[in-house]
């Protein structure tokens, strides 16, 4: 890495650590103030920020992008509009800061609970749509920690523009400028350099392709709150209700295919193949997925094609469904915590026995029963908004909102109180 | 390192991961039955636990150690009466694991909330006291964790010894034996390969000496839950009062020198060098305590000598105290934040306001008012036990107990329902 970009990254983190620091002391309505400002800049700048995404709307045309791509990354009125209204809902959101919870009386007079805090400093490394530039500063800001916002190249210019308006908002509310920065430069370096920086960057969230997280994971030496793959599964029990069978498969694996929380792979009991197999696999053919089977039940399905191995690991984000037959609900659980990517995992049964050992045993983020995949979201959880889906077992596990983004201290209350 | 001690440590992570998929399922009664089994194996064998002692004793002996080094290691009937009874405490203590929390209904119908689970594979990496093989062993079991230990060399023949009987114990309880598993290897290597085995390890705990902890900072890929330093301050504010400031500050810097949560460093307001400064450095000198003070307090302190602004980065863990005089809240506040290891701080103040703010401006594990900070402590927090004192921001900060061991899954309830 070159001395120059060393010291640029030395620099924004040292600014980050100050304005973070800054920040301990900012009361919620302050920080709501500069939320609803950001949004109020972003609405009256929409024309200039349109004039920035065309920019990089022409360079990923010039460079051959697909549609798919480009659609991502436009910023038409609409999806201005949408970030507006992000950060405005951000800011009516409760403030996790300063909570004091368990705040309990112990045997030798003092009194122990705990306090929220901000984690510090967030570098947040993304790529594609720029509308995560604005989401992921919101609600650092309201959890207030500081943010170093690093997108993709592809959005350079959109992301600029937006974390310009962000920064003018925090000045005019008087908030440190520097609980927001963005990281200019295209050095891919950049990257290495936030994510090693363990003195002034406390925590870094990735969000993006497979390439970005698995070279963040391996070079990290600052904790990362990882999104990783999501290998969904739904397991028909002995006991299934028909209908709920069918209704819930057919939504968790076609109700949207490229989203994390889409159902990848169907475990079915061996008692259900005679009323449920054809069903369920004609209905979801007829949505056009591909179905790949054990070798029990591909003689059973019309069009189906042999699972290999690697199906059972894989996250297809695709019209591709691996199926196969369970002798039992431990046989189930089994598979499931051998090839899931303990993302989200889902019963149907009604069976009282069966769905309170599935939600115990089965280790993955989501547990549920009864319910489709699609629901493990931020906001259907309630989090009112959401910065990613981790794949962590330490610190936050599953959809990350506010909470995810703070830490609790320990405090003590005492009237002169020492130790004896 | 060597493909034998590479395989060696791979086929130990398996098997660990193996035992804690196994124990998801186990039930709070048949894990504390084996805590007490424990409990009874090492008060039968104390015999057999001397003899081995014994030998580590000698090698020390020979090794030239010194008498505190010697006496650390030393394994007699007390301590092993206190290990086991150590052992009985954390099979009385709640279970973590299963608990259900916030079970909230969401506007789609479904029903949201949170289940304690067991982190899954920790590596505990400690040296000298062989109680901490005991003591970590009964609080991974009993939060349904598997562990892999590894002492260090110093106390092999005393831990191998305490290790054989607690998974003889587990055994004859009908739990998995490799929940608990003991590093035979002198080699160094083996700490190396634990802290890197991604797969099979979840969360390595280092307790130790500063070289130990640096090693492990630098090279594990694994989470680490770390105990670094306790640079620890006590600031009398300017409306302290003086009986609580004396009693606190000579508590908190000479209760015990060596503990992480002794203060190190003492901060008092401009307004009280009057009335405080001379009565808190004669008490602490009387009791041996060595006050480097800043250029102002010094010309007024009998004996002291000049601090240097290393001094006030120091865990001294010795009868060294650093003092410096502050003009306000905020310059202590400031001080703090800048050179704390944010391990535990505690203001001296009658002033609401001051001591709200010191609550939530100080961004320590432990941020206490009126209280010394020798209390920043499991046991004094109510935790019931302790595995260590944690400087993380992330997952648990302060003091480590039973959930700092766990982690939080959502659950989902459903019935039937899907994402529209």
Chains 1, 2 share one sequence.
Not at 64 to 93: C, N, P, Y
Not at 303 to 316: I, P
Request: hydrophobic letters at 40%; one cysteine or more.
């Amino acid at each position: 890495m070159s001395e120059d970009l060393q010291s640029l990254m030395q620099n924004t983190g040292q600014r980050a650590r100050q304005a973070q620091r800054r920040a301990l002391a900012l009361e919620p309505g302050r920080k709501n103030d500069a939320l609803r400002q950001m949004a109020a800049f972003l609405r009256r700048d929409a024309d200039d920020l349109q004039r920035a995404n065309r920019k990089d709307l022409r360079n990923a045309e010039q460079a051959g992008r697909d549609e798919a791509f480009i659609d991502r990354l436009r910023l038409d009125e609409k999806r201005i509009e949408a970030m507006a209204q992000g950060l405005e809902e951000i800011a009516a959101l409760p403030d996790p800061v300063g909570e004091i919870t368990d705040l309990k009386m112990r045997p030798s007079g003092i009194q122990v609970g705990h306090m929220r805090m901000p984690l510090g400093v967030i570098a947040m490394i993304y790529e594609s749509r720029p509308n995560v530039t604005a989401d992921a500063a919101g609600l650092c800001v309201k959890s207030g920690n500081a943010v170093i916002l690093r997108g993709g190249s592809e959005s350079l210019n959109s992301n600029m523009a937006i974390a310009e308006r962000l920064r003018a908002a925090l000045g005019k509310s008087g908030l440190p400028l520097d609980l927001v920065q963005y990281v200019h430069t295209a050095d891919r370096e950049a990257v290495g350099a936030l994510i090693r920086m363990d003195t002034f960057v406390d925590v870094v969230i990735p969000r993006g392709g497979k390439g970005l997280l698995a070279r963040i994971r391996d070079e990290a030496t600052v904790p990362v709150i990882m999104h990783l793959d999501g290998n969904c599964h739904v397991y028909v029990d002995q006991d299934a209700d028909r209908q709920k069978a069918l209704q819930v498969v057919v939504n968790a694996k076609t109700q949207r295919l490229g989203t994390c929380n889409t159902a990848e792979s169907l475990l079915i009991h061996r008692d259900r193949v005679g009323d449920l197999l054809l069903p369920i696999a004609s209905a979801l053919q007829e949505r056009g997925i591909e179905i790949r089977a054990c070798p029990e039940a591909l003689p059973l399905i019309p069009g189906a094609v042999a699972a290999t191995d690697e199906d059972y690991s894989t996250e297809y984000l695709a019209a591709i469904l691996s199926l196969k037959i369970v002798d039992s609900l431990d046989a189930a659980i089994e598979h499931i915590n051998t090839y899931s990517s303990q993302h989200t995992e889902s019963i149907i049964t009604e069976n009282y026995s069966h769905a309170r050992r599935f939600l115990r045993e089965v280790d993955s983020s989501s547990v549920m029963v009864n319910a489709s995949t699609r629901f493990a979201d931020g906001f259907e959880y309630g989090l009112g908004a959401e910065i990613g889906i981790s794949t962590n077992r330490l610190h936050v596990r599953g959809p990350v909102g506010l909470e995810g983004l703070t830490l609790q201290k320990w405090i003590v209350l005492g009237d002169g109180h020492i130790r004896s």
